[in-house]
């Protein structure tokens, strides 16, 4: 199974990418740890998960094809 990751602002920056394919993931949880193992610096980092276009704050399982986007922090007031 193939999801797309995709980084924006300083994820993309730590990841030195905008996107990227991983096999073999099965649920949200499963691409916070993986990150975390491959990126230096990840687990620090405060960001949302958006799931297909919609944000989810718990543990779910993703699907071939699925594209997950990592959103840090916006700044502004």
């Known amino acids: 199974m193939e999801v797309t990751i995709m980084y924006s602002g300083i994820l993309a920056d730590k990841a030195g990418k905008t996107k990227e394919p991983f096999s073999g993931i099965k649920s949200l949880y499963e691409i916070r740890e993986m990150l975390a193992a491959k990126y230096d610096g990840f687990r620090e980092l405060s960001y949302v998960i958006s799931l297909n276009g919609v944000i989810v704050h718990e543990n779910v399982?993703?699907?071939?094809?699925?594209?997950?986007?990592?959103i840090p922090p916006i700044p502004g007031g």
């Open 61 to 70: 399982g993703i699907k071939e094809g699925d594209q997950v986007a990592l």
